[in-house]
């Protein structure tokens, strides 16, 4: 789902996914040619692309009217500026779409010991004159009047931080990337242009106030010093209420995600431990009270940790309260008590009475004692009384949540233990603490925030897709440079990190300073371990917006919604899956290379996906929940989104052409043998079909296996012959009685039919195709939905069109059908005589679903998907990834059929207790 | 007042050509011993009531109070016996044997060393509960002690007259090592309902780390003379020396306790000890005033009562725990001491005593004639072990015992 910014062409979203990291380098390609070509700020990558695709939309873009790009930020583009929405809306958002990056890219958040910067890279947001869709637009009530707005660019947004005595290696960091004049885009576009002096860029913290003149002098810009609060609060209401897997508590060193109701959201403790405390009661959208706070905080952990043990850094310090024994230091219940508890007042012996109440009797020295122990005991004494003093507000204020922030957590496992363990400890059990990924970041995304007409207040939790690229096995949590930006770096570095094995030490080598690629990794210091010790250090990803992202409407139950049917907190499960990754891994890096033409750049690329794929395997099964709540689907979107990372854009591209066009080639013979049968033979035969063809499919390696022996239509045929009836799961009856009814009853037929495809070739053609053609010669309306972007073998929405405008020369249903939905626009018509009846046809439609996964997770989908469901009355899902790994205990508000093939053992077993090749058809009426 | 029969009478009246019985108790904390005896008075003309009741035997004399380093225990045990303090101690009826005798004692420590008292005293040590013995022993003097109890707002004590019948509840929070807190109810009801690990143990653990002080007292003493603003990152440093008022912070509100040790490229010997000293004493006593208020305020609790030896009635402590208090609490709460804050369990321990029905104590109401004395004789005799020590005193009593 990577980067599905406006939902126009695919083609362009993975390209702008290739291009993360905000073209910080793109120097290798001539830019030139792209501005003459596009004269905005797509990366010219963008047109090779196109160039190779030949797609739709490429021409299309030059008819883009000339954009007028000011050299001075200030002065806003007013060219086709609009009032988007109702009118009687108070606020109408203004839609500026020749505005670009007027809007500044940067807020900072200078704290007392760090900086965080948020920034944000832009999606490439042209609309694409794209007739097809735009046909399609009409037909599902989308238009540019009734629509919603989006005054949202779709782009990424980055989290990056420094140490604030580095300030300087800060400033050069926002220098090189341009990111104080709207990031280094603008200049590639517009060489000549005139610096703005009176850039102005949002800021927080006590530094926004020290460090002013020094951001001036250094980089010409004005910091627009936002309320340190306000941003903080305005940081935990956003990620509250726009990441899904935001919140967790964390206790024993167990993770857990929580999901939070945004409804219920409010009031909650707001506990931000930076160099001091700060407790704020949270009632709402900039609706907030310092009610407490405590001066015994990051800072004090920090400089009392110097001062006692010399490390050089936070993290060296809390590294080294990893090893640390707090008993040689701190007073136990039990050494007061002669090694008992003091269970009348609740205190067991291993309490601690007194932090650092045993360095008083002895005769030791500071050097006698170890650092480790020390930094320990200090970590829980702070931890523990952060802890507490928080819990004590909450109760005083009678709030149900506390939610721990701040840079001091890092994603320490130890500090969240300590402070949950306190907030439990004191409330009996009755309250729990929480933390927050992005922990080190609310009052930098706050100052984010706090720019007017980023529209990132409207930006809901279903327009947002994080990722995680190739750096996050490696960075954790840690104090780091920018990502690598060019794919070149990429792979050197990944093969120097692979060279060296396990031996790297020393963080990698960046280019050279002042030019964009500066910044890098730092690279696990630990010896023998590629990745960090801590197991709980937190990957924080790129946040990507895709304003265009809606929830799936017809869900019955939005908020209880998980499309995961796997739970991968099972250990042994997520085993298992790494380990059919891991096997699939060197098949499908053939494949990927292979569809680059094999050459030596697609080999080296290859590697480095293989890489890059594998380090993030180990990274999360070595922690799990380190990007969030970890299903199935994620794992498989993970892969998917890797290959894109090396510019992998369709591994399967050839394969599935070959299986298109075979499929095809015996399709007109199969729906002669259909049309010959009677209306209760025909429908099973089609249910039959989908279920045998849905054995092609490269995800698995059953089948993989399989096609080493034998010809597609041998496999189809051989497959559907042992469709015998019962299937392990079999609504076939119920769903026949909707259809065909019995005696006298004759059920209407279906309004609209949502058919949720998956795999290319046999799947698609002689599988959904036919059912497809039975619904519309019944009348019901047929949308098929297929993937945005491409994702092992699966059919996408861009496709799609190709293979119904080939099916619809032989097939005078489907012929009519594609026209009235607008599929035929481009293609061949009338290439059949059966032209001449010309009474009008249901339509027969294509829409992209917004994903890049072989899954679907229903709360992010396009919103043209989500516009055609409104009509729909049935939706089909079809395949292993969309009906079983993922939804497969969806309810919906319509009708639902979920037709699959388990071509997995143990998926068969955990989920219908059958055998590897069972099928399920799950019929389901509407709730 | 309920008067019991003293079994235990001819231990005094046989012993009367004795000039003194002592009665002895002990407060064996993680730090800090704790004795409390008593002394009889040698003339004791007063003893009889004006209202005629002889019958009522009263006897006279003072409490004493002494402390000692734990880690100097043996001093300590010395000190009891070169005073024969451990003779006097509440025996059994059929006692025939030394070490029958039983010596009230509280504290961790009360377990941890009773098999080396044993050995050096002969004595057996009875274990009251700590929490009974603080609690008994706050009770016995916010009712008893004139003047017990006093706030400390701007270096000035006030002392406070409470109202015997309007005591109840109030905030016990007891600063040794570590930190209880404990709700009181009445006498012998309570509830610990907090406390924190970071207290006076932590104070001297880490001063004597940060400082190389070879005592508590030289560690408060230094922190008088210190400047936190050299450690402390506060308010002002962060916002470039403006205040951040509309959280209600001023510019010299510590933001961070040691947050400046972070930025400089200075080493722990780089700073003045004195500083080191002030900054961790304010990081603490700002830390319990902040606790203790926010647990008050959970119970309704209109009065905190701040004792332990952690506050040794050092000033700027006080102050500082006071000014946490009314910074909290926006001005709502007053901190309040005790003069005896360091020997609530050894009085506690003490007082019980008279739960045995044997040789008790009984606060007799001329007590309050008696009151204290800041003059008393015994002051220093009662530490000539540890003279680091030296606010140790004394209390006349009245001891009444029941015919």
């Not at chain 1, 931890?383 to 957590?409: E, P, T, V």
């Not at chain 1, 001449?836 to 829409?847: A, D, F, T």
């Not at chain 2, 001297?204 to 030289?218: A, H, M, Q, V």
């Amino acid at each position: 789902m990577a980067g599905l910014s406006e939902g126009q062409t695919p083609v362009l979203e993975i390209d702008g996914t290739l291009n993360s990291n905000d073209g910080n380098s793109r120097g290798n390609k001539g830019n030139d040619k792209a501005v003459v070509l596009v004269g905005e700020e797509n990366s010219n990558s963008n047109i090779d692309t196109q160039n190779q695709q030949g797609g739709s939309g490429g021409g299309s873009e030059r008819e883009m009217p000339s954009m007028h790009r000011s050299g001075s930020r200030p002065q806003l583009d007013l060219s086709k500026a609009a009032i988007q929405g109702n009118f009687e809306v108070k606020n109408p958002t203004i839609l500026l779409p020749n505005q670009s990056d007027d809007i500044s890219h940067l807020a900072l958040d200078i704290g007392g010991s760090l900086i965080k910067l948020v920034y944000f890279s832009r999606h490439e947001d042209q609309s694409i004159d794209d007739k097809r869709k735009k046909t399609i637009n009409e037909r599902l009530g989308i238009s540019n009047g009734n629509r919603r707005s989006y005054p949202i660019l779709g782009g990424r947004l980055h989290f990056v931080k420094f140490e604030t005595t580095k300030i300087n290696e800060c400033l050069d960091f926002i220098h090189s990337k341009q990111l104080h004049r709207g990031g280094v885009d603008s200049r590639h576009w517009n060489p000549g242009v005139q610096v703005n002096d009176n850039a102005v860029i949002k800021a927080t913290g006590g530094g926004a106030y020290k460090f002013a003149d020094l951001f001036k002098e250094r980089l010409g810009v004005s910091l627009d010093k936002e309320d340190e609060m306000d941003c903080l609060v305005a940081g935990a209401n956003f990620l509250l209420k726009a990441i899904r897997h935001e919140a967790f508590t964390h206790m024993e060193g167990q993770k857990e995600f929580v999901q939070i109701d945004t409804n219920d959201l409010f009031p909650y403790l707001l506990v931000n431990i930076g160099s001091g405390v700060s407790m704020i009661k949270v009632d709402g959208d900039g609706k907030f009270e310092r009610v407490s706070g405590t001066n015994v905080g990051g800072g004090t952990y920090w400089g009392l940790g110097r001062l006692l043990t010399k490390c050089k850094s936070f993290d060296e310090l809390l590294e080294l309260s990893q090893r640390g024994d707090n008993s040689t230091i701190d007073m136990l219940v039990g050494d007061i008590y002669g090694g008992m508890d003091y269970s009348k007042i609740g205190l067991s012996a291993s309490t601690i009475a007194s932090s650092f109440g045993k360095t008083i009797s002895d005769k030791k020295e500071l050097a006698d004692y170890r650092p480790e122990d020390i930094s320990l005991s200090l970590l829980r004494m702070i931890s523990y009384n952060i802890g507490q003093i928080s819990y004590l507000n909450a109760l005083r204020f009678g709030l149900k949540r506390i939610f721990f922030g701040g840079f001091f957590i890092r994603g320490h496992a130890y500090t969240m233990d300590t402070i949950s363990f306190a907030v439990q400890f004191w409330s009996k059990g009755e309250a729990q603490a929480m933390f927050l990924r992005h922990e080190g970041f609310l009052g930098a995304l706050g100052a984010f925030m706090s720019y007017e007409k980023h529209g990132l207040d409207d930006l809901m939790v279903h327009q947002l897709v994080e990722r995680f690229p190739m750096g996050a096995p490696y960075t954790g949590g840690r104090i780091h440079g920018p990502p690598l930006g060019d794919l070149n770096e990429k792979i050197s570095w990944m093969e120097k990190f692979v060279l060296k094995g396990t031996e790297i030490t020393a963080p990698v080598p960046m280019a050279p300073s002042g030019t964009t690629g500066l910044g890098g990794f730092e690279v696990p210091l630990s010896k023998g371990s590629t990745l960090r010790s801590d197991a709980s250090a937190l990957n924080v990803g790129v946040l990507h917006l895709v304003p265009t992202l809606e929830v799936f409407p017809l869900l019955a139950d939005p908020k209880m919604y998980e499309p995961n049917t796997i739970d991968l907190a099972d250990h042994s499960e997520l085993e298992y899956w790494f380990t059919v990754l891991s096997e699939h891994l060197p098949d499908l890096v053939d494949k990927a290379v292979a569809s680059e033409g094999g050459t030596d750049d697609a080999k080296r690329r290859g590697d480095a996906f293989a890489r890059a794929f594998s380090a993030h395997l180990a990274r999360l099964m070595e922690e799990p929940a380190a990007y969030g709540k970890l299903g199935l689907a994620n794992l498989l979107e993970l892969r998917e989104e890797c290959l894109r990372e090396f510019q992998f854009l369709d591994a399967y591209r050839s394969i599935k052409q070959r299986e298109n066009e075979a499929s095809l080639a015996v399709l007109p013979d199969l729906l002669v043998e259909l049309d010959s049968m009677s209306k209760e033979t025909r429908l099973l035969m089609l249910i039959e079909g989908v279920l045998a063809a849905n054995i092609f499919d490269w995800g698995s390696r059953a089948c993989v296996d399989l096609y080493h022996k034998g010809t597609i239509i041998e496999i189809y045929r051989m497959s559907r012959n042992k469709m015998q009836r019962p299937w392990r799961v079999d609504d076939f009856d119920a769903f026949k009685e909707r259809m065909l009814g019995s005696g006298d009853n004759k059920p209407r037929p279906h309004k609209r039919a949502l058919l949720f495809v998956d795999n290319s070739g046999a799947d698609v053609v002689l599988g959904m195709l036919p059912l497809a053609r039975e619904l519309l010669r019944r009348g019901t309306e047929v949308v098929l939905v297929a993937n945005s972007l491409p994702a092992l073998n699966d059919i996408t929405a861009m496709e799609l069109p190709d293979i119904v405008a080939e099916a619809a020369k032989h097939c005078d249903i489907l012929r009519r059908a594609a026209e009235a939905g607008g599929l035929l626009v481009d293609a061949m018509i009338n290439t059949l005589d059966g032209s001449k009846e010309n009474s009008p046809s249901v339509p027969l439609m294509v829409v992209e679903n917004g994903c890049g996964s072989p899954c679907i997770d229903l709360r992010q989908v396009s919103s043209e998907l989500a516009a055609a469901a409104k009509n729909a009355d049935l939706i089909i899902l079809e395949g292993m990834g969309r009906a079983l790994h993922t939804n497969f205990n969806a309810r919906f508000k319509c009708e639902a059929l979920k037709l699959a093939m388990v071509k997995n053992q143990r998926l068969a077993e955990k989920l219908i207790k059958g055998n590897i090749y069972d099928c399920v058809c799950r019929y389901e009426p509407a709730r | 007042m309920d008067v019991k029969k003293p079994a235990s009478q001819e231990n005094l009246n046989g012993n009367e050509s004795e000039s003194q019985i002592s009665h002895l108790a002990l407060d064996i904390g993680g730090s800090l011993i704790k004795v409390v005896y008593f002394l009889r008075s040698n003339g004791s003309g007063g003893s009889v009531d004006d209202s005629g009741k002889k019958s009522d035997p009263v006897l006279e004399g003072r409490l004493h109070f002494a402390k000692f380093e734990t880690s100097k225990i043996i001093d300590c045990l010395e000190f009891i016996r070169s005073k024969n303090l451990h003779l006097a101690g509440f025996r059994h009826h059929d006692a025939s044997a030394n070490d029958k005798t039983l010596i009230k004692a509280t504290g961790g420590g009360a377990y941890k060393f009773a098999d080396l008292i044993k050995e050096k005293l002969g004595v057996v040590l009875d274990k009251e509960d700590e929490m009974d013995c603080l609690v008994t022993g706050a009770n016995f003097l916010l009712k008893a002690v004139h003047q017990e109890a006093f706030t400390y707002v701007d270096g000035q004590k006030e002392f406070l007259q409470i109202d015997q019948n309007d005591l109840y509840p109030y905030l016990l929070v007891n600063i040794g090592s570590g930190v209880s807190m404990i709700k009181v109810d009445g006498d012998g009801k309570f509830e610990r309902i907090s406390g924190t690990s970071v207290g006076g143990g932590t104070f001297w653990g880490l001063g004597r780390l940060l400082t190389n002080c070879k005592s508590f007292d030289e560690l408060l003493e230094l922190s008088h003379q210190g400047n936190n603003r050299v450690i402390d990152m506060l308010v002002g440093d962060i916002y470039g020396g403006s205040e951040y008022s509309k959280i209600g912070l001023t510019s010299t509100n510590i933001a961070s306790s040691f947050g400046k040790a972070i930025s400089d490229n200075k080493e722990l010997k780089d700073y003045k000890p004195e500083d080191v000293a002030r900054s961790l004493l304010r990081m603490i006593s700002n830390n319990i005033g902040q606790i203790s208020y926010l647990n008050a305020l959970r119970f309704g609790l209109k009065r905190i009562f701040f004792a332990g030896f952690f506050i040794r009635g050092h000033a700027y402590t006080m102050d500082t725990i006071s000014v946490a208090v009314s910074f909290w609490s926006k001005g709502d709460a007053k901190a309040m001491f005790l003069r005896h804050e360091g020997f609530l369990g050894a009085l506690g321990a003490f007082v019980s005593y008279e739960n045995h029905g044997l040789g008790g104590l009984k606060t007799h109401q001329s007590v309050q004639q008696f009151a204290v004395s800041e003059t008393y004789a015994g002051k220093k005799m009662c530490c000539l072990v540890n003279e680091d020590l030296n606010d140790n005193e004394s209390i006349d009593f009245g001891v009444a015992f029941a015919a």
